[in-house]
């Protein structure tokens, strides 16, 4: 097998060599389901970002460390019997076959509108059904460890399909200015008010997001980018200035920061 060309088969290969417990590598042999979800976040993450830079090259490495872990959760299923990785293809293959009726039966679904909608109610159709089975709410399988805002997005998203949202984005962008004024109301106050104040603010701003149909979670990424190329080129002006930042002036570091926005 180390000789043949890559493929699934070689992967999986090597997959069951490093869990081995004989010969194996004793640090993949001691993880379990739990122990690799960090790593699975954080090879997530890494492909976004390639993708956000741009840098394919970078992607092709990172989309394969994403595919090891699926693979590695896989093994684990394996080993204890749950499932493999045949029945992982499987049950996605099954799933993107049932929510595209458009591409593989007759039905008729030709704008974005209606095959958008068509997705949202086979996949509602699924958590009825496991919530008739367990009583569950709508929102009780939204991972817990998704980032605040996109988990913001997706409760608000469940809640939208039942009927439960605003009719229009100006209704949104009152709440947000509700929630502004609410803020500051309380805002030199030290209290919990404060904060809880200062959330519902964050998550009246997602919606407005969600309305205007822009992902909040790649909205603050890229602006975390550009803040951060702005004051790298901040940092450039103040070492040039032989002054250390605390040497500055709170208008001299805005000028800065001017010259920095408009820095090609």
């Given amino acids: 097998m180390l000789e043949s060309k890559p493929s699934m088969d070689k992967l999986r290969w090597i997959m069951e060599q490093l869990r081995d417990p004989e010969t194996g590598c004793p640090w ?41 872990q699926v693979v590695f959760y896989s093994q684990l299923g394996k080993e204890q019997k749950l499932f493999d990785f045949d ?51 709508i929102l009780a399988d939204i991972p817990k460890n998704l980032p605040a805002l ?21 209704g949104v962008l009152d709440k947000v200015k509700e929630e502004v004024q609410e803020v500051e109301e309380v805002l030199h106050e030290n209290t919990p008010a404060r904060s809880e104040e200062l959330g519902d603010l964050l998550f009246a701003v997602v919606n407005l997001c969600r309305h205007a149909k822009q992902d909040p979670e790649a909205l603050l990424r890229h602006a975390n980018q550009k803040f951060s190329k702005r004051f790298v080129n901040i940092e450039a002006q103040v070492s040039e200035s032989g002054k250390t930042f605390k040497e500055h002036s709170s208008s001299e570091l805005n000028d800065y920061w001017e010259t920095a926005k408009r820095a090609k």
């Fill in 28 to 68: 993949d042999i001691k993880q379990d389901f739990l122990s690799i979800v960090p790593h699975t976040l954080e090879e997530a993450y890494e492909v976004a970002d390639a993708i956000e830079q741009g840098d394919f090259k970078e992607l092709e490495k990172e989309l394969g460390d994403l595919l090891f």
């Fill in 87 to 137: 029945s992982v293809i499987e049950a996605i293959c099954e799933k993107l076959i049932r929510r595209h009726p458009h591409v593989f039966s007759c039905a008729d679904l030709s704008t974005d509108a209606e095959i958008k909608a068509n997705w949202e109610n086979e996949k509602a159709k699924e958590r009825e059904a496991k919530s008739e089975q367990a009583n569950l709410s």
């Fill in 150 to 170: 996109s988990q913001a997005a997706k409760i608000q998203k469940r809640c939208s399909h039942v009927g439960f949202d605003w009719d229009n984005i100006d």
